[in-house]
């Protein structure tokens, strides 16, 4: 009986499939098998499945490159906002200190009578519960030990003993005058921040 004839095997056959070939059939039938439909299927099955393999594995990776973009946006808009919230208490703080100097200012004017003084108190709580949203604003993981956060330390300090000091001496709030401008910058450096936090580009 005439064995088929052997056909060329195809160039990017891989060379350990040939070698397992060699191991599993009898010398004798390699022509035969070589040159047969069943190792044309065989080489068939293979590719498909390696074709199929790397796709899975391409179509994780791009899921993983999604969910990792995904993750950094989220945690620069988180960043943003609380920047952004920062700016924001810190200028409410700034208008509440503002005010109270004025009318601290106002009331040295005329004397200081006890309307006057309970007029200072009020203000001088708005400003404390603007202080304490401040303060809560800068605890914000995403903000807090940064360079705004370092430095709004020492003028939230100032501001407290300032505030401290006003409730024996009510006109003494008028010597720090310079914690109002220190707000407006702080604000302004928050603004900037949130400015500067860099989107993840896709």
């Not at 601290?104 to 202080?131: C, F, I, N, P």
């Not at 100032?158 to 000091?165: E, G, N, P, V």
Request: hydrophobic residues 40%; aromatic residues 4%.
């Amino acid at each position: 009986m005439n064995q088929p004839p052997a056909i060329r095997l195809p160039p990017d056959l891989p060379d350990p499939w040939v070698q397992q070939l060699r191991k599993a059939v009898r010398p004798s039938l390699l022509p035969a098998l070589f040159g047969s439909a069943v190792l044309g299927a065989l080489i068939g099955l293979a590719s498909s499945y390696l074709t199929a393999r790397m796709t899975i594995a391409a179509n994780l990776q791009l899921e993983r490159e999604k969910a990792t973009f995904r993750i950094e946006e989220d945690r620069a808009r988180e960043q943003i906002k609380a920047y952004q919230t920062l700016a924001i208490r810190l200028e409410d703080l700034h208008s509440a200190y503002v005010s109270y100097q004025i009318f601290t200012r106002a009331a040295s004017v005329h004397g200081m009578d006890k309307e006057d003084r309970a007029t200072l108190t009020t203000q001088r709580e708005a400003v404390g519960k603007s202080e304490r949203e401040v303060i809560a604003a800068e605890r914000d993981l995403n903000v807090a030990g940064t360079n705004v956060s370092k430095e709004m330390a020492g003028c939230l300090t100032d501001l407290t003993m300032a505030l401290s000091a006003a409730r024996l001496q009510p006109l003494s709030v008028l010597n720090h005058r310079d914690i109002d401008g220190r707000l407006a910058d702080l604000s302004n450096k928050a603004r900037q921040e949130a400015d500067h936090v860099r989107m993840p580009i896709q």
